[in-house]
Nanobody, 128 residues
Framework: ELQLQESGGGSVQAGGSLRLACTAS????????MGWFRQIPGKERMGVAA???????NYADSVKGRFTISRDNDKNTIYLEMNNMKYEDTAMYYC??????????????????????WGQGTQVTVSS
């Protein structure tokens, strides 16, 4: 079974940058669309960005132009480069994988869907 491990995250001031990484293990991730959801307390977990094994991507409007998702298939790893960060980017960020999905379907998937595989999450805090 595919397992996901996040790294990165932490605290940054508004306008700063952070990079998240997520490495898949267990099986090859090439058949999976991978990406990130984020969640703040009391709110629904929402898709932020996704990347397929062919490099196609999809982003939430709130992060377009500021966040860049990329993928290294040889390392089974995806990255989320977050620039010009805002206070409202503060959240727990979860790496996720969906087998056979497009990046758009990934990002619009309900976080309650049983077919989503999750990492344990990493906290990102942006101070204003």
């Amino acid at each position: 079974e595919l397992q996901l491990q996040e790294s990165g995250g932490g605290s940054v001031q508004a306008g700063g940058s952070l990079r998240l990484a997520c490495t898949a293990s267990g099986v090859s991730a090439n058949a999976y669309c991978m990406g990130w959801f984020r969640q703040i307390p009391g709110k629904e977990r929402m898709g932020v960005a996704a990347v397929d094994s062919d490099g196609s991507t999809n982003y939430a409007d709130s992060v377009k132009g500021r966040f860049t998702i990329s993928r290294d298939n040889d390392k089974n790893t995806i990255y989320l480069e977050m620039n010009n960060m805002k206070y409202e980017d503060t959240a727990m960020y979860y790496c996720a994988a969906i087998r056979g999905a497009s990046p758009l379907l990934f990002r619009l998937s309900s976080a309650a869907a049983e077919y989503i595989l999750w990492g344990q999450g990493t906290q990102v805090t942006v101070s204003s």
